[in-house]
């Protein structure tokens, strides 16, 4: 079996722009929901994990003038990426087969609210007709890297498909159809993604609450994250050195229900225990879980007796790191491998932020503060999407 490692990675979120600026924010247990101030909603009052830039300061960041078309989408995705790619010294790739794997579900849609009307009543926007669609975000992202892309592709599975990018790209250096992959996600913010989950009943109006007896909903949140992954061979061979092992990952889907979790997390437990086995490590080599936690009633139940029924009484730190991004929908399993491998790079485990009491039917409490100086050798990341699409991944220092 191909050893896989990540070589670099890239991360834009409501902590800001970049790898150390979210690892200090994390240390420092400064959160980044708060008032909403780009996104043009009558729900001005719900708390979300805004990026903290204007389109206008994205694109100056990239240096794109104000002519060119591009959806705020692929504005976060090209920051991400650009940042993984010199990570990874990714330069000269003209003898590489390069892939590019990226799960999104807003696309364009941003743009194509603020710019219906122009559509039906003149063509001053009418550029951005193309760019709705997932598949053209993915287009206008890969369009900003130096080098050369051999093969791109679209995951869309709600909010675990940046963890799905991870794991096809994954698939594609196993079975050596790639020799580097790059994979992850990003989404921007929408009224329609924002005005849906409020339908839901599953947004709350204070920051989220994940693992609390008290929990009401989650908060939105946008932005991107990539990593750069190959096979240890290829990092030997390209000079260049491996942040960890991605050693394990798998997919499951339960279908319990269209948004809800399965009361006793039959799907999450699946995806958990077959990632284990594909990395050949037992529940009690886990030393941390960033769990996806989202701070809604059904799934941090749910979530927790999966975990309860993969770890039994021997559970590892757990801690969400929701309260910190938002919940950043298809984007969340790139944000939270970054995380994950901060965590187990730099050797701490995030606080699970606004915790007070724990949930009655769950046998454990989440990290509450941060720790640091811990040891940590493999970090297992959840992602669970609507329908029970379920993935976890889990990532091991390099030994």
Known sequence: MTDIVITGMGIVSALGRGVEATAERLLKSQPGVGRMRFLQSRHADLPVGEVPYSDEQLRDMLGITPDFAITRTSLLGRLALVEAAEMAH???????RVAFVSGTTVGGME???RFYHDFLENESKNEYIALHDCGACTDMIANGFAGHISMQTTISTACSSAANALILGADLLRTGRADVVIAGGTECLSKFHL???????ILDSQPCKPFDKHRQGLNLGEGAAYVVMESAESAAR???SALCRFSGYANRCDAFHQTA???????AYLAMTAALKDAGLQPSDIDYVNAHGTGTPNNDESEGHAMMRVFGDRMPMVSSTKAFTGHPTSAAGGLETVISILALTRNFVPANLNFTEKIDSLNFVPVTEVKTNVQLTHVLSNSFGFG???????????S
């Open 111 to 113: 743009k194509s609210e």
């Open 261 to 267: 979790s399965s009361p006793e997390g039959e799907g």
């Open 90 to 96: 990714l330069v000269d790739t003209d003898h590489l």
């Open 195 to 201: 005005n849906g989950f409020n339908t839901l009943m």
């Open 238 to 240: 390209r000079k260049v």
């Open 388 to 398: 029970g699409n379920d993935s976890s991944c889990i990532f091991s220092k390099i």
